[in-house]
């Protein structure tokens, strides 16, 4: 069984290897893809959609993880070194816990904001714990929310 999984954002993609953190570009956490926000959103404030549809696993304002019906989870990761930030300007519109559908909002930011404090507003989209070979990146160049992006093939 393939799991699609959608882009979370609009934005523009970027090869994981072009992440400016190593464990994203390393593919440490799992193969993916990110979103690049800020060429489409500009100082809007962007919604994030649940990329799957599934149980959120873990919900930080940051980020957070969805895990499927079959047990696959997917990490969103919403800008680089934004954990720093302590929350802060984000808005989160799920509970842990929470079953989601494929492009339920799930949180609020502005990418712009990230970018002016010095972070990269890159989002990288993970599947966690998959060997590269088991997801095939669907998508490139510019990408609607809610537009496929990767599948899964365990």
Do not use: N
């Amino acid at each position: 069984m393939t799991l699609h999984i959608c882009a979370p954002v609009a934005g523009t993609t970027v090869p994981m290897t072009e992440v400016p953190d190593p464990v994203f570009a390393q593919e440490i956490v799992g193969p993916g893809v990110a979103i690049d926000p800020l060429a489409t959103a500009g100082w809007a404030s962007v919604d994030v959609l649940a990329p799957l549809e599934g149980r959120v696993l873990k919900l930080h304002p940051h980020a957070f993880v969805v895990v499927s019906g079959s047990g696959q989870g997917v990490l969103v990761h919403l800008g680089i070194d934004t954990v720093q930030l302590a929350g802060a300007g984000y808005t989160l519109h799920v509970a842990e816990g929470e079953q989601v559908e494929v492009g339920q909002r799930m949180v609020t930011f502005s990418p712009q904001v990230i970018a002016d404090g010095g972070r990269s507003p890159v989002c990288p989209v993970v599947a966690l714990d998959a060997r590269s070979g088991q997801v095939r990146v669907v998508a490139s160049g510019t990408v609607a929310a809610g537009d496929p992006l990767l599948e899964w093939k365990p």
